[in-house]
């Protein structure tokens, strides 16, 4: 069944670390060989040995609408004819920037990066350089990309692969990250009174999906920008994974919370790697080359990223996310019968298009410890099991399923009923 994946893997590990060029791609928490895939199109994957997959992946959260969504590679075709990379402005960074600071009204002004890593990056340095000061909070199993400054406690692929807390970021760095608890408003506060005043940001997941999905609870985001304001911090929503995803103007819609930066990525690429730091003018002006704060990319902006990425935020409307929204509901409804009827320990929690089946004796997840004690080896089995039946998981627990538009009625069934046999099968 994965005779040419197994293959691959073999070969791609005498030239790559680990094979891949993204740990947890590698399925090392899931117990599998990885598969390694040759196609996707609409809802569907295909791998190298030809096996069709239902994919709740979505690339980790970019493709909205499916897998070779037309309108984008109609742009990817416009645009390539006309070059690849200027290195110089374009018309295509000012209509993203227009477009951006449209859906997430707290965005004055927009820089264009590579990735959600440089986004969150830069905006912590933009921080640091705006208010003078020191430290940052972030928060265990919130997961910022692999900066030395976000390495401790972090979430997604570091607490997958047991390594919260990477070699090679040094003490001094590390000493500047303060670890708080999500949901947890007094340890926040308790931090600040220690380091009074030398607090130059919060940085957050407003939606936690790298330890699984973590859902804020009575009124946390509103708590935290108050102590921040209070405080002269600035905070940081880091909506890279649920920027344009659970609705046009991100978590911060939904919750009515606007933070004084915002980091983006995956969607507004459409695919192709692009991220995205913004906030209010006064702040994102101490950037070079207006302010004293430096940063910079060769590729940043680049024309076909942009247009890949505007042909998807241009269709994102009201309807789009209802679909999305019935799609993920009807997915988890059929998942939480078969929990109730199969008397599995085991939750559900999802939030328009994002979804994470714990597997847990407890009512709710909400923060790092939560999450850690969860079964991530019935996940393992779990994961396997769907994965046999065509149906591409996220291979670790402290993760999220990431639906797309493009799910059919077929798709959710086959979904929820192979969900059921391997509940039976592991129950
Ligand atoms: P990238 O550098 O991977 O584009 O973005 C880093 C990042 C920043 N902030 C949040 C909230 C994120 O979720 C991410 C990256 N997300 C993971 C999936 N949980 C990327 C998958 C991977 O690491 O391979």
């Not at 928490?29 to 994957?45: A, E, N, T």
């Not at 999906?209 to 304001?229: D, E, I, T, W």
């Not at 930066?261 to 003018?281: E, H, M, N, Q, R």
């Not at 799609?327 to 599995?344: A, F, H, L, M, Y």
Request: positive net charge.
């Amino acid at each position: 069944m994965y005779k040419k994946s197994i293959k691959a893997y073999k070969q791609s590990s005498d030239l790559i670390p680990g094979g891949v060029n993204s740990p947890v791609r590698a399925f090392k928490s899931v117990k599998c060989d990885p598969v390694f895939f040759d196609r996707g199109i609409g809802s569907k994957l295909y791998d190298v040995d030809g096996n069709k997959y239902i994919d709740c992946v979505s690339s980790w959260g970019p493709l909205i609408f499916g897998h070779a969504d037309k309108d984008t590679i109609k742009a990817i075709n416009k645009y390539s004819k006309r070059g690849t990379s200027y290195g110089a402005p374009t018309l295509h960074e000012t209509e993203m920037a227009k477009q951006i600071t449209k859906m997430v009204p707290s965005i004055e002004k927009v820089r264009m990066v590579n990735s959600g890593t440089e986004a969150t990056m830069s905006a912590v340095r933009l921080a640091r350089g705006f208010t003078g000061k020191r430290h940052i909070i972030k928060f265990a199993g919130n997961y910022h990309g692999h900066g030395d400054s976000f390495l401790i406690k972090a979430g997604s692929g570091a607490i997958t692969l047991g390594l919260p807390d990477s070699p090679g970021v040094t003490k001094n760095i590390a000493k500047d990250t303060l670890i708080a608890s999500f949901n947890n408003i007094e340890s926040v506060e308790q931090l600040f009174s220690k380091k009074e005043n030398d607090i130059a940001a919060v940085i957050v997941e407003p939606v936690s999906g790298n330890m699984g999905l973590v859902l804020p609870q009575n009124g946390f985001l509103k708590s935290l920008k108050r102590l921040c304001s209070r405080n002269n911090a600035l905070l940081i929503f880091d909506e890279v994974m649920t920027g344009f995803r659970l609705a046009k103007g991100g978590a911060q819609e939904i919750y009515g919370v606007s933070p004084d930066i915002t980091t983006l990525g995956k969607v507004i690429g459409g695919g192709l790697p692009v991220g995205a730091y913004g906030g209010k003018s006064k702040i994102m002006e101490s950037l070079a080359p207006l302010g004293p704060v430096y940063q910079a990319g060769t590729l940043s902006g680049n024309p076909l990223a942009m247009q890949a990425g505007l042909s998807v935020l241009k269709k994102l409307n009201n309807t789009v996310f209802s679909k999305l929204d019935t799609i993920s509901r009807e997915i988890t409804d059929g998942i939480r019968t078969n929990i109730k009827e199969i008397g599995v320990n085991a939750i559900v929690t999802r939030l328009g298009s994002m979804m994470t089946l714990f597997f847990t004796d407890k009512d709710e997840i909400n923060n790092y410890e939560d999450a850690m004690s969860c079964d991530a080896d019935k996940y393992a089995n779990y994961f396997k099991l769907m994965l046999d039946m065509g149906i591409y998981l996220p291979p670790s627990q402290f993760e999220c399923c990431f639906f797309s538009s493009v799910m059919t009625k077929a798709d959710i069934k086959k979904i929820i009923n192979s969900n059921r046999v391997a509940l039976q099968k592991i129950a």
